[in-house]
């Protein structure tokens, strides 16, 4: 049978393997990044690919997912919105934005989208996305009109994850947002990762294999570069053949 998404994100952290994930924004999803990608050495794609942004500007998540589907791997949405939901992918995080107090990305967006992920037998990741503020606000902290954990407050980073998880949430996202100027720290990962045997997605301005080695050392379970494959696709190729990050 089958393993689920979160079983196999399980599984592979209990043999503690680090897993890598590309994030796509759909907008800016190319031709020349699928062939890159599909016409490249198997052994340098990511583990998964995560799929969204906080704003879609053009009409193309059904394509990018299928475009992604197309390399062998899982895929995964991570919706900015609830718009941002297809039955062409493999699975979706279903986060609420809990280190805010806006109503609307805690239950307004998953109230609107619920009909949707139910229907389409989207596998269901329920997950707490938790902003942590690196210096520069990103698009998500305007977009969600949240006010992100400050960054050297690692008891309330904690403490909201312990809270999601005695509300069920089986995932945490951590994260400075994307292109954040810094990276979330390793002491606050270090210290949410003391506290839960939860998935633990990292992300946000992770730029270099160096980081990407930190932040798994850290306690991340799924690294998350966005981005950095945005800007240079053959970073993909460096942090497999110098770091075997997935191994
Ligand atoms: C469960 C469903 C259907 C929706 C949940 C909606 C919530 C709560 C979202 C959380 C907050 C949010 C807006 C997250 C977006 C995360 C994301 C996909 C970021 C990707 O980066 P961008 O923020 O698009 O960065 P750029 O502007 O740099 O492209
Ligand atoms: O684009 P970057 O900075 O790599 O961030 C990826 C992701 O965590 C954004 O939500
Ligand atoms: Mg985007």
Redesign the pocket.
């Known amino acids: 049978m089958q393993l689920s998404i979160e079983n196999w994100l399980l599984e592979r952290k209990s043999e503690l393997k680090r897993t890598l994930a590309i ?1 796509i924004d759909p907008d800016k999803w190319s031709n020349d990044v699928y062939f890159f990608l599909k016409n490249g050495n198997k052994n340098h794609l990511p583990d998964i690919f995560l799929v969204g942004g906080s704003l879609l500007s053009t009409n193309q998540l059904e394509k990018t997912v299928k475009d992604l589907k197309s390399l062998g791997k899982p895929v995964v949405l ?1 919706p900015g919105n609830s718009m941002q939901v297809t039955k062409e992918a493999d699975a979706i995080l279903f986060m609420s934005l809990i280190s805010g107090r806006n109503p609307e990305f805690l239950i307004g967006q998953q109230v609107h989208a619920a009909h949707h992920v139910k229907e389409s037998k989207l596998e269901a990741i329920p997950l707490g996305y938790v902003l942590i503020d690196t210096g520069v606000p990103t698009s ?1 902290q305007y977009m969600s009109n949240t006010q992100p954990i400050p960054y050297n407050k690692e008891d309330i980073a904690i403490s909201t994850v312990m809270a999601g998880e005695l509300l069920g949430m089986r995932a945490f ?1 951590l ?1 400075g ?4 100027s810094k990276t979330v720290s390793n002491t606050m990962i270090k210290g949410v990762k003391e506290k839960t045997d939860s998935l633990l997605f990292v ?5 270099s294999k160096n980081e990407v080695v930190e932040k798994f050392e850290a306690g991340a379970d799924i690294v ?7 800007k240079n696709q053959s970073l993909l190729k460096e942090l497999y053949e110098e770091l075997n990050v997935t191994i």
């Open positions: 994030l991570f998500v996202y994260e947002g994307s292109g954040a992300g946000g301005g992770i730029r998350v570069i966005g981005s950095a494959f945005e």
